[in-house]
């Protein structure tokens, strides 16, 4: 079916009366991002083809109007049903991105799981379709500065070492072994011998130097991690000499971490591609979907899934889908979904806390408004979780204090103590400029804020961005506030580190110079401190961010990841994404090449 066509339907169904809808060419052209006259060809076609009527507006600046021949839902069941005997993923997956009624939901869905999931074309070939609510950002490792970006660089590439948080040690990895001298400023790795990149070539010292150079240059956002390298050395082909330039015991877990990621020094490296040593190979990335594919030379272990295909969809209906397995017919187990009607979903949930917040951050950079303390004090106790979770109809609130849920207590707010802070401030109504990602959870929230400010007197004005912008130094400078989240590694230490020098997060970027200092400095104490003593820095910084009332903490998200039952080994990764890696399936076939029962 002609998407121009759904495109269409979906922008003018809310105001769609019998059938018919009254428009304006440019309004049309907007929809379809071309020019009025190529509108009104497609829309003659539309008509030709039996589509839809379309009565051309009599006079300049009259509207025109559409006829519709069938319902909306109608034609959305049929070319949900028509991309699935085509098996025609790209036009099933811009269909969801459509903006339907909720309500239709559950029946449109339904006939998508029979194809989205786990597929075996042959008995040796499965190809796992998993749905996530992100495009694609920056795969670059040394500038990856979102999640989802980052899940992807580590499944690309390697690292020299690994970090195993439960035993709070170093494993070998791309390097075989290392040393370093007493004071950790001397550190060589000895790599492991016939590593082969995604194009074969076995990986070398010269490769080491190279990834870990680049990562140096001052326009990279993961420069942090490098800047305590004086010189890289090759000694031989398998070994690396790095000299730091002060003592830092905490590098080995600086080399664990997925932007230091090693990358083919013979290969160009951008935002959409890299040549990495990984389980998987990237062989597509765009903005719907990136594609992966198993690497049969990797030197550790081949991955089970032989490709994995991530698709950017809608949050609404990726969290109805998550990771499928369709047509292999482990139907032994089943759980009732909620919807109504008390359907069976032969799916498993696993419902995980994300180790991360949401929060409120103040523009004391840039914005002379929040610089105001008693202001900021208001928007704090604007910021009502519970209030927020109960006007929104959700449940399961995890308060955030703190940047690990287990640290986390829920804070008192109210609306009096905001009146009052508000009236000690020097606020006298001026717009409050609030940035939100644009997703439908972020909007929801900036609402109710919005609303919840209006109470007191608060003019809160909203400005969605998109999740690219965060590369754009410039983007939010004439802001005040930001709505935002960050998601934590499993190496909490090195997280707290990366979201306060990474350049192109909000912390460093938008709070003043002389906050960041005094953060800084304990960040740095951090690198020779002992565990328990790196802890207490830790928290110690959280509380330098409560008392100066830096950022207002949210809270916790839940996380509810549905899998196909004939999926086994569920894990997560460090960045609470399934591990693809670590998923096996009981084979479809027996070994005669028959289905299994």
């Known amino acids: 079916m002609n998407t121009d066509y759904l495109d269409m339907r979906a922008h003018f169904y809310p105001r769609e009366s019998e059938g018919r809808v009254r428009f304006r060419l440019d309004e049309l052209a907007a929809v379809w991002k071309c020019s009025s006259k190529q509108a009104k060809r497609k829309l003659k076609k539309l008509d030709e083809s039996g589509c839809c009527s379309y009565v051309p507006g009599r006079g300049r600046g009259n509207c025109s109007e559409i006829r519709f021949r069938s319902l909306f839902q109608d034609d959305l069941d049929a070319a949900i049903r028509h991309s699935l005997l085509a098996k025609n993923m790209d036009l099933l997956m811009h269909i969801l991105q459509l903006p339907c009624p909720k309500q239709w939901s559950g029946q449109l869905l339904r006939p998508i799981h029979e194809l989205l999931g786990l597929q075996a074309p042959d008995p040796i070939t499965d190809v796992l379709q998993a749905i996530v609510t992100l495009p694609v950002t920056n795969l670059d490792p040394a500038q990856a500065s979102v999640t ?36 950790c400023r001397t ?66 877990r600086f080399l664990a971490a997925a932007p ?62 998550g990771y499928r397995l369709a047509g292999i017919g482990a139907q032994s187990e089943a759980m009732r979904n909620g919807d109504e009607g008390g359907e069976i979903d032969e799916v498993a949930v696993e419902e995980r806390i994300e180790q991360g917040f949401r929060f409120l951050l103040f523009n004391t950079r840039h914005a002379g408004l929040m610089q105001d303390r008693a202001l900021r004090h208001a928007i704090h106790e604007l910021c009502d979780v ?31 103590k905001a009146r009052h802070w508000l009236a000690q401030s020097g606020y006298k109504g001026q717009e409050v400029h609030l940035s939100l990602l644009d997703l439908p959870a972020a909007w929801e929230e900036g609402l109710w804020l919005k609303r919840r400010a209006a109470r007191i007197g608060l003019n809160l004005v909203l400005h969605p961005y998109a999740l690219d912008e965060l590369y754009d130094s410039s983007a939010g400078e004439r802001m ?81 990841h549905r899998f196909d039952l004939t999926l086994r080994h569920i894990q997560f990764d460090p960045f609470a994404f399934p591990d693809v890696t670590a998923l096996w399936v009981r084979p479809a076939w027996t070994a005669e090449g028959m289905r299994q029962p």
């Open 480 to 560: 005040d506030l930001s709505l935002s989240g960050y998601v934590s590694t499993h190496d909490p230490l090195l997280s707290m580190m990366g979201a306060f020098h990474n350049p192109v997060l909000p912390f460093r970027k938008w709070m003043a110079s002389e906050h960041i200092h005094p953060i800084d400095g304990m960040l740095e104490q951090m690198k020779e401190a002992a565990p328990l003593a790196g802890e207490a820095l830790g928290d110690n910084i959280i509380r330098y961010l409560h008392d100066n009332m830096l950022l207002v903490f949210l809270y916790h998200p839940r996380h509810w």
């Open 187 to 252: 550190w060589t790795v000895y790599l492991r011998k016939q590593v082969r990149f995604h194009h074969r070539r076995p990986l070398t010292s010269g490769d080491v130097k190279f990834s870990l150079e680049r990562l140096m240059r001052p326009d990279c956002a993961n420069r942090w991690l490098t800047e305590d390298i004086g010189t890289v050395d090759c000694m031989n082909p398998l070994t690396v000499r790095i000299v730091l330039k002060r003592p830092n015991p905490l590098f080995g």
């Open 260 to 321: 230091t990621t090693i990358v083919a020094e013979d290969t160009p490296v951008h935002d959409k591609h890299f040549t990495g040593t990984g389980p998987y190979m990237l062989t597509e990335c765009n903005r719907l979907k990136a594609v992966l594919e198993a690497f049969d030379d990797y030197f550790g272990l081949r991955p089970y899934i032989d490709t994995v295909q991530f698709w950017h969809m809608r949050a609404d209906a990726a969290h109805q889908i």
């Open 148 to 183: 989802y970006d980052l899940m992807l660089v580590s499944l690309i590439g390697d690292t020299l070492l690994r970090y195993d948080a439960k035993r709070d040690q170093l494993l070998p990895h791309l390097a075989a072994a290392w040393e370093t001298d007493a004071d």
């Open 386 to 416: 519970e209030a927020m979770w109960r006007d929104l109809g959700r449940s399961g609130l995890v308060p955030a204090s703190h940047f690990i849920p287990g640290k986390s207590k829920p804070f008192a707010r109210s609306l009096r």
